[in-house]
C-alpha cells in the first residue's frame, strides 16, 4: 500500500485514526500493530510472516542475550542470512556463472518489501542490549510494533529502539500535533506526486532514447531530472513517514537536511538519507575503529562501509560500484583535496559536489553496469553525435519551468517562507498547504504514474 494512493489517504489512513484515538491507552499499540500487519499484508501477504518471525525471534534472542552474552554472533548472523537469501542469492549465483563460465539454475523471489529497513532495526535493537545501552523489551507486542510500525516500515527512516524506547510504553497526541503531522504529511505528498512522479517521466523518456536521438545536453538533462526526482521521492516519503508518526504520537528523526546545498561529498552525506549513514557509522564505522586509526586501517575501513552501504541498496554491481564510488571519493577529500576545495569560491563548491553527485546518480539508476558507463559516456560526448539537437531543446522547452522549481523547492527557502505563512500568516500558509493537498489528489486521480524508488530497497 502506498502512502501516495486514494486508498491510504481516504480510507485506511481515517480509518486507523479514528480506532487509535478512540482507544484506550493500553489498547493503542495492539491498534497500531494490527493496522501495520494489515497495511504489510496488503502488498505482501505471504512476507509478512517473514517479518513477524523477524520481530519474534529478535525478541526472544534479545531477552536471552540478555543473560548471555554469547548469543549476539548467532543473532547477528540469523538476521543477516534472511537479508541475504532473499536479497543476494540471485546475485550470488549470477556472479558465479559469469566467473566461472557455468549455468546454476535457481529461481527468482519476489524482493520483501522494507527487509533492508526492518533487519537494520532489529540488528540495532540486538547490539544495543548487548552493549547495555538499552533495556530488553518485555513485550513481544510493543516489540513488534517497534519493527512493524508501518509509518516507516517501508523505506523508513531507520528508526533504532533507543529514539522510541519511552515513546512506545508513554506517548500523547494533541491537536497541535496532529496539525503538524498533517502539513508535514501534505508537504511530502506534494513532493511525491508533483515533482517526483513528474520528474521522473522526464528520465524514464530520455532513458528510452536510441543513441542517434540523445546529445550531451539530453543526458544532462535526463540526470538533473533523476537527481531531482529521487530526491522528492525519497524525502518526500520521509515527511510523510514523520507526518504520520507526530499523528499517532511519535517522533522520527530527520532524515534528509538539504542535501543538494552540500558544498562537499562529506557534507553531502551528513545531509542525505541520515537514518542509514547514522546507522553504519554507529554499529560498523565506529566498530571497526572509525578514523581513530592508522590512515590504511582508515582508508580500509571507509571502504568496508561504502561498499556494504552500496550492496545494501541493491544486489548488482552497478550499486557496488556506486558505494565504492563515494568511499574513494571521501578518501580523496579526507587526505588529498580538502585543503584545494576549501580555497574555491562558494559556487564552484556547490558545482563541484552536484556533478560529482549526478555522475553517482547514473550508478544508481541503471539497470547495470553496462548501461552506467554508457550513459555517463553521453554526458560527456562518448557514443552521441552532437554536443545538442532538436531533442534538447524540446525537452529544455517543455521542461524548463518543472526543473527550475524542482531545484529551487530543493533549498531551505521555500521551506522557510511556507513556516513563515504558517506561523505568521496562519490563513494564508492553511490555503498554501490545502492547495498542495488538492493538486496533488487530482494528479492521482488522473496519472497512474506513481511509483516509489526506495520500495525496492
Known amino acids: 500500500m502506498l502512502f501516495s494512493s486514494i486508498f491510504f489517504i481516504f480510507s485506511f489512513l481515517p480509518a486507523v485514526l479514528l480506532i487509535y484515538y478512540l482507544s484506550p491507552m493500553r489498547y493503542k499499540n495492539i491498534v497500531l500493530l494490527i493496522a501495520s500487519i494489515i497495511f504489510y499484508s496488503w502488498g505482501e501477504p505471504i512476507y509478512v510472516f517473514l517479518m513477524l518471525f523477524s520481530a519474534t525471534f529478535n525478541y526472544s ?5 540478555y543473560n548471555n552474552k554469547k548469543n549476539l554472533i548467532f543473532t547477528v548472523i540469523v538476521n543477516l542470512f534472511i537479508l541475504s537469501f532473499f536479497k543476494y542469492y540471485g546475485f550470488l549465483i549470477d556472479t558465479v556463472n559469469s566467473l566461472f563460465n557455468s549455468n546454476i539454475e535457481y529461481t527468482s523471489l519476489a524482493l520483501p518489501i522494507g527487509i533492508s529497513f526492518y533487519t537494520f532495526q532489529g540488528l540495532s535493537y540486538i547490539i544495543d542490549v ?16 517497534y519493527l512493524c510500525l508501518f509509518p516507516q516500515l517501508i523505506a523508513g527512516p531507520i528508526v533504532k529502539y533507543k529514539d522510541i524506547e519511552l515513546q512506545l510504553n508513554k506517548r500523547s497526541t494533541n491537536l497541535v500535533l496532529i496539525g503538524h503531522g498533517t502539513i508535514r504529511f501534505i ?23 536510441s543513441p542517434g536521438e540523445s546529445s550531451v545536453v539530453v543526458s544532462w538533462i535526463g540526470i538533473i531530472a533523476y537527481t531531482m526526482q529521487i530526491y522528492f521521492d525519497f524525502s518526500g516519503y520521509s515527511d510523510m513517514a514523520i507526518g504520520l508518526g507526530k499523528m499517532f504520537g511519535f517522533e522520527f528523526m530527520e532524515n534528509f537536511n538539504y542535501p543538494y546545498i552540500s558544498k562537499s561529498i562529506t557534507e553531502f552525506w551528513r545531509r542525505w538519507h541520515i537514518s542509514l549513514s547514522t546507522w553504519f557509522k554507529e554499529y560498523l ?44 571519493l571521501l578518501i580523496l577529500e579526507k587526505y588529498l583535496l580538502s585543503d584545494l576545495i576549501e580555497k574555491l569560491p562558494s559556487w564552484a563548491k556547490h558545482v563541484y559536489t552536484l556533478v560529482i553527485v549526478m555522475i553517482g546518480w547514473v550508478f544508481f539508476s541503471s539497470e547495470n553496469l553496462t548501461t552506467a558507463l554508457q550513459y555517463i559516456g553521453h554526458m560527456f560526448g562518448i557514443g552521441v553525435s552532437s554536443f545538442s539537437n532538436m531533442t534538447a531543446l524540446y525537452y529544455l522547452r517543455t521542461n524548463f519551468v518543472l526543473l ?7 533549498t531551505p527557502l521555500p521551506f522557510s517562507l511556507l513556516g513563515d505563512f504558517c506561523g505568521k500568516r ?8 490545502f492547495g498542495i493537498f ?8 488522473y496519472s497512474s504514474y506513481n511509483p516509489f524508488l526506495y520500495f525496492r530497497f
Open 61 to 65: 534472542m534479545a531477552k536471552d542475550l
Open 130 to 145: 548487548y552493549r547495555g545501552n538499552i533495556k530488553v523489551q518485555n513485550s513481544l507486542i510493543n516489540f513488534t510494533l
Open 187 to 209: 508537504m511530502g505528498l506534494g513532493k511525491k506526486v508533483l515533482l517526483a512522479n513528474n520528474l521522473g517521466l522526464v528520465y524514464t523518456q530520455i532513458m528510452a532514447l
Open 285 to 328: 564505522y565506529i566498530p571497526l575503529g572509525g578514523n581513530r586509526v592508522a590512515t590504511p586501517r582508515h582508508i580500509f575501513n571507509l571502504l568496508v562501509v561504502w561498499s556494504l552501504t552500496g550492496l545494501w541498496h541493491g544486489a548488482s554491481w552497478n550499486f557496488v560500484v556506486w558505494g565504492l564510488y563515494y568511499g574513494v
Open 404 to 410: 527550475l522549481f524542482g531545484g529551487f523547492i530543493s
Open 426 to 433: 496562519g490563513v494564508i500558509g492553511i490555503l498554501l498547504i
Open 438 to 445: 488538492i493538486l496533488s489528489i487530482g494528479y492521482l486521480v
